[in-house]
């Protein structure tokens, strides 16, 4: 059982409004994520939200959700709140960024199944030679992740255990795009109307 868990309760400081909430051809960007994971091979989808209606977009897709009230103290505290959430049994955990526009159910299946033989690994993408997101952990590593600090993801895990990596190249490089400022989202949403 893997279970996908999307990080949506950043405080979006360098866009300066919720940028999961901001439209991407007519739909909020983190909603894009919520139909990539549900039409995904997840076998179970948690989203760790901050803002209520964020929250409220989850419900049309019967994704489970927990508030996350520690969003000021960074990433770690979204991570936490989403591997509590999680079902016990859960073999491995997949981290999803609310604010990938681009990612589709084809590059999360392919991540999957990289998983599926690899399962002592952490499978990381890789975007045109670049490392992205989503990342697949172990759930042996749950411990690991319940013990970050601050605004640090997953990559103080991954440097720990560099033998333990698998990088896996996606087929799309701009799967793997997420929108941080103004001028990311203008150009996301520039090349989206063509």
């Given at each position: 059982m893997i279970t996908g868990i999307i990080l949506a309760s950043g405080l979006s400081r360098r866009m300066g409004a919720d940028k999961l909430l901001l439209p991407v051809a007519g739909t909020p960007l983190v909603e894009?994520?919520?139909?990539?994971?549900?039409?995904?091979?997840l076998d179970d989808i948690i989203l760790a939200y901050q803002n209520p209606a964020v929250a409220e977009l989850a419900g049309k897709y019967r994704i489970k959700t927990v508030h996350n009230p520690d969003a000021q103290q960074g990433q770690s505290a979204s991570i936490k709140a989403g591997l509590q959430a999680a079902a016990p049994d859960t073999e491995?955990?997949?981290f999803l960024t609310g604010d990938q526009p681009r990612i589709d159910?084809?590059?999360?299946?392919v991540l999957i199944n990289a998983w599926q033989t690899n399962k002592e690994h952490m499978i990381i993408p890789v975007y045109g030679g670049r490392r992205g997101s989503p990342v697949i952990f172990p759930a042996y590593l749950r411990g690991q992740l319940l013990a970050l600090e601050g605004?640090?993801?997953?990559?103080?895990v991954i440097e720990q255990a560099p033998k333990m990596v698998?990088?896996?190249?996606m087929p799309d490089a701009d799967a793997g795009t997420d929108i941080d400022t103004p001028e990311e989202y203008e150009e996301s949403t520039r090349e989206r109307k063509q």
């Open positions: 894009r994520v919520m139909q990539a994971a549900v039409a995904s091979r491995a955990y997949m159910a084809a590059a999360i299946n605004d640090t993801g997953g990559r103080a698998r990088c896996v190249d």
